[in-house]
């Protein structure tokens, strides 16, 4: 059985995470159904993508200038964002 921590954090457990095929830095959703907490892996780079670029579009500045990624970004975002764009790539070429 699962624990909530503090924080709100959930572990799943490994078999439910290689059932569903859940790695680490892998999206999910989370929603409420019938009273109960589903997660659900996202498996679509598009619509991954699409969540990224509203969430920027929700957070640049009014002017709508948009800045250029550059070495000042936390490389961990620099390499979830390249890591989706390399996912989005390989199912366009499937």
Known sequence: MATVDSKGRIVLPKRVRERLGIEPGTEVEVHEEDGKAVVEPEDDPEAIIERMEALIDETSPA??????????????AWKHREAVRDGAEQESDA
Not at 63 to 76: F, H, N, R, T, Y
């Open 63 to 76: 002017s709508g200038e948009m800045k250029p990624l550059d070495a000042d970004v936390d490389p961990i």
